[in-house]
């Protein structure tokens, strides 16, 4: 076996492990990251939201913020936005009920 064979199977090895490992947790930390991003952002408007409309207002709280997300490019299933700001705006109505 000559060196050149040897830094051919290296290099065919390093390459495997890079495919086969280190890329796909490269992908689920940006996804990763991306998540906590629409989270934050949502987080954002949902706040927005309450200081700008009245207690009453709700459903008119929700619309606003699904189309703030919407023009913010924020392409999410409706569902699963409607369901993180339902959490957090239960979460917001308990931070001020412990105060």
Known sequence: MSI??????????????????????????????????VNNTIHMYVEAA??????DQ?????KWVQER???SGINVDLASVDAEIE??????HNALRSE
């Open 4 to 37: 050149n064979d040897i830094v051919s199977i290296v290099l065919k090895v390093v390459c495997f492990v890079l495919v086969a490992f280190v890329i796909p947790v490269l992908k689920k930390k940006y996804t990763r990251e991306q998540l906590e991003d």
């Open 50 to 55: 309450e200081q700008i409309f009245a207690v």
């Open 58 to 62: 709700g459903p008119e709280k929700k």
């Open 69 to 71: 997300l919407t023009a």
């Open 87 to 92: 959490a957090y705006v239960l979460m917001l």
